[in-house]
T-cell receptor
Framework: NAGVTQTPKFQVLKTGQSMTLQCAQD?????MYWYRQDPGMGLRLIYY???????DKGEVPNGYNVSRLNKREFSLRLESAAPSQTSVYFC??????????FGPGTRLTVT | EDKVVQSPLSLVVHEGDTVTLNCSYE??????LLWYKQEKKAPTFLFML????IEKKSGRLSSILDKKELFSILNITATQTGDSAVYLC???????????FGKGTKLSVKP
């Protein structure tokens, strides 16, 4: 099993550009999550999907959209990137009652 | 507001020392408390503590949960340089039942 995979690993955008971060898991998990991690701020939840076909806002959803394409895939879209969105983005997944597994992360810089 | 507070924020010790990392929380609808280790990449799972499992041990690492006093500790005995990492505490609860992360404790183990 590959676990949770994310693409790309690194990305540089100019302010106003758009991009989609991809996430996939092969563990048949129902729930999937997108976090951002900033220095001194810990991990903050952007959006989550408790099951295929549902998505909900987390703590910091502004400026982002998500799509739960199927049970395996959960993408995060930045429609108009801003420097404040410079961060490391982690995708995670889990089965109810168990721990979350994290992907390797995407380091995004917006100039 | 739900919150998880870790202390200290950083810690420097020498190989062979024993360390204790602290995590206190004020989270509604508590379900579980998790510890993760992060070494410049994705967080990796260490322990999950719930009402039915308030003490866990794995090798040199151990953790306890005090649900009455609302805290947990992570102990690492006979530290090694490979233990150098950021240790994250997270509590599952709140109105959405998602993980709420502390800001982490950065542990540096000197040879």
């Amino acid at each position: 099993n590959a676990g949770v995979t994310q693409t790309p690993k690194f990305q540089v955008l100019k302010t106003g550009q758009s991009m989609t971060l991809q996430c996939a898991q092969d563990m048949n998990h129902n729930s999937m999550y997108w976090y951002r991690q900033d220095p001194g701020m810990g991990l903050r939840l952007i959006y989550y999907s408790a099951s295929e076909g549902t998505t909900d806002k987390g703590e910091v959803p502004n400026g982002y959209n998500v799509s739960r394409l199927n049970k395996r895939e959960f993408s995060l879209r930045l429609e108009s990137a801003a420097p404040s969105q410079t961060s490391v983005y982690f995708c995670a997944s889990r089965v109810e009652g168990y721990e979350q597994y994290f992907g390797p992360g995407t380091r995004l810089t917006v100039t | 507001e739900d919150k998880v507070v870790q202390s200290p924020l950083s810690l420097v010790v020498h190989e062979g020392d024993t360390v204790t990392l602290n995590c206190s929380y004020e989270v509604t609808n508590f379900r579980s408390l998790l510890w993760y280790k992060q070494e410049k990449k994705a967080p990796t799972f260490l322990f999950m503590l719930t009402s039915s499992g308030i003490e866990k041990k794995s090798g040199r690492l151990s953790s306890i949960l005090d649900k009455k006093e609302l805290f947990s500790i992570l102990n690492i005995t006979a530290t090694q340089t490979g233990d150098s990492a950021v240790y994250l505490c997270a509590v599952r609860g709140g109105s959405q039942g998602n993980l709420i992360f502390g800001k982490g404790t950065k542990l540096s183990v000197k040879p």
